[in-house]
């Protein structure tokens, strides 16, 4: 493994202790996750965070420390109950087998005091429980099945405040190709917008949710993060830049 650039302080004191959390967050995502909040405040966006897919808490315990005063962290997992198909409960049993809420909240609560709102449902059902607009950043890292992947990407865009971020785990992951399909889909018919791309992670968001002036803000802060190298990509209407630790290569930076 690469070596750890000496990145922000606070996130490395964090990062020593929820890395002993079971689960799949890449530091250099969790310096991303941490930038992007970072230019959030700066922006004054306000929202709640969400969660969709939580395994053992690692990067819900993450999420947790980037909320601002009177903000919530909102989590939705099945843990271990009866899948909404039998392809789902398929995939649950050969990737999250054993998955247990109590493992979850205890993980939660080595690193704060509260826990989450917890929603124990299949996430297609999220959509009446949630206000519209009320989240400034949604993490979906749950199923890998297309149509599921497809459903929490298009909830983000009633979800998500303005200047909101969708980010979305494993989207170019060889052993999910449903997931970069779902994803890609979404680019090319339905307006997602890619902002940013890890090995792990894509950043992305909708058009009515940014102005052309927040977007340029965003870059420009972007370009000041300089333990990152960038390169830029274009696809179809859309540009947006990939960024990877300097110095990692892509298994550096990948949690396989």
């Known amino acids: 493994m690469a070596e750890r650039p000496s990145g922000p302080a606070d996130l490395n004191r964090l990062w020593d202790t929820i890395s002993a959390?079971?689960?799949?967050?890449?530091?250099?995502?969790?310096?991303?996750?941490?930038l992007l909040n970072t230019f959030q405040k700066g922006e004054s966006v306000c929202g709640n965070i969400l969660e969709i897919g939580v395994f053992k808490g690692q990067s819900a315990a993450l999420l947790g420390h980037l909320l601002a005063?009177?903000?919530?962290?909102?989590?939705?997992?099945?843990?271990?109950?009866?899948?909404?198909?039998?392809?789902n409960a398929q995939e649950n049993e050969a990737c999250y087998p054993n998955l247990d809420r109590t493992a979850f909240e205890d993980n939660y609560r080595s690193v704060h005091a509260d826990l989450p709102k917890v929603h124990p449902i299949s996430s297609?059902?999220?959509?009446?429980?949630?206000?519209?607009?009320s989240f400034r950043m949604i993490h979906v890292d749950g199923s890998h099945l297309y149509e599921a992947v497809r459903d929490d990407v298009r909830l983000s865009r009633d979800k998500l405040a303005g200047r909101g971020?969708?980010?979305?785990?494993?989207?170019?992951?060889?052993?999910?190709p449903e997931?970069?399909?779902?994803?890609?889909?979404?680019?090319?018919?339905?307006a997602l917008m890619p902002l940013i791309t890890t090995?792990?992670?894509?950043?992305?968001?909708?058009p009515e949710s940014w102005s052309d002036d927040a977007l340029v803000r965003l870059f420009d802060h972007i370009g000041s993060w300089r333990d990152?190298?960038?390169?830029?990509?274009?696809?179809?209407?859309c540009s947006f830049i990939?960024?990877?630790?300097?110095?990692?290569?892509?298994?550096?930076?990948?949690?396989?």
């Open 69 to 87: 005063e009177g903000e919530q962290l909102e989590v939705c997992d099945l843990f271990g109950q009866v899948a909404p198909t039998p392809e």
């Open 21 to 34: 959390i079971p689960g799949w967050l890449p530091y250099p995502d969790a310096y991303l996750f941490w």
């Open 199 to 206: 090995d792990q992670k894509m950043y992305a968001t909708w």
């Open 228 to 237: 990152f190298d960038a390169s830029s990509h274009r696809f179809s209407t």
């Open 165 to 176: 971020i969708v980010v979305l785990d494993d989207w170019c992951h060889s052993d999910y």
């Open 179 to 190: 997931v970069a399909a779902a994803i890609w889909d979404e680019v090319s018919f339905e």
């Open 124 to 133: 297609n059902e999220l959509a009446g429980r949630l206000p519209p607009q």
């Open 242 to 256: 990939r960024l990877r630790l300097k110095g990692w290569t892509s298994t550096d930076s990948r949690c396989l």
